[in-house]
T-cell receptor
Framework: QQQVKQSPQSLIVQKGGISIINCAYE??????FPWYQQFPGKGPALLIAIRPDVSEKKEGRFTISFNKSAKQFSLHIMDSQPGDSATYFC???????????FGQGTELSVKP | KAGVTQTPRYLIKTRGQQVTLSCSPISGHRSVSWYQQTPGQGLQFLFE???????NKGNFPGRFSGRQFSNSRSEMNVSTLELGDSALYLC?????????????FGSGTQLSVL
């Protein structure tokens, strides 16, 4: 049973545009929602994370929006750059240390 | 500070064999988690070790096992390899003390089962 659903599977954005990736979860016990960025040949790296007690968190060009009632959260990348081209994973956890439930990933391509 | 180190980087095995993968966490980190990454199933949690004890376990068959040593280094073993075990195996380390701790991933071991 897939507990975190991520869309779209792939995304092409022009340089300077906004990239938006969405995730939906089922388990209301989840209380930690990170986003990871993965480049080819590398492991995922934490980008930004949010707890359900806030509706938005911003770090530089990256923003997480969180809708607890809808059980959805999204990543917005402002002023997207070619260097942002990577695969992005949303994830969720319920107080289980290193155990994260990942979405299927979104392959982002930012065109110059 | 050195990052998470996984060895070997690539591995080719045949069906029925067993394999052992190694992970050295960041110095001071006591938690090591293992994940399997495949194009079809994405990133799936295998298990987590903290202070030499398995703290969490995913939904993988018993052929997948792990252990952690007193220096926090961890090994993962897969016995009786199947073609479907071909994947990138990632380990991640963290301090292991709180919810929402940042996981630091290694670059993985690419396992091919022929």
């Amino acid at each position: 049973q897939q507990q975190v659903k991520q869309s779209p599977q792939s995304l092409i954005v022009q340089k300077g545009g906004i990239s938006i990736i969405n995730c939906a979860y089922e388990n209301t016990a989840f209380d930690y929602f990170p986003w990871y960025q993965q480049f080819p040949g590398k492991g995922p790296a934490l980008l930004i994370a949010i707890r359900p007690d806030v509706s938005e968190k911003k770090e530089g060009r990256f923003t997480i929006s969180f809708n607890k009632s809808a059980k959805q959260f999204s990543l917005h990348i402002m002023d997207s750059q070619p260097g942002d081209s990577a695969t992005y994973f949303c994830a969720a956890s319920r107080n289980q240390g290193g155990k994260l439930i990942f979405g299927q990933g979104t392959e982002l391509s930012v065109k110059p | 500070k050195a990052g998470v180190t996984q060895t070997p980087r690539y591995l080719i095995k045949t069906r029925g064999q067993q394999v052992t993968l190694s992970c050295s966490p960041i110095s001071g980190h006591r938690s090591v988690s293992w994940y399997q990454q495949t194009p079809g199933q994405g990133l799936q949690f295998l298990f987590e070790y903290f202070s030499e004890t398995q703290r969490n376990k995913g939904n993988f068959p018993g052929r997948f096992s792990g252990r952690q040593f007193s220096n926090s280094r961890s090994e993962m073993n897969v016995s009786t390899l199947e073609l479907g075990d071909s994947a990138l195996y990632l380990c991640a380390s963290s301090l292991g003390q709180a919810l929402g701790e940042k996981l630091f991933f290694g670059s993985g071991t690419q396992l091919s089962v022929l």
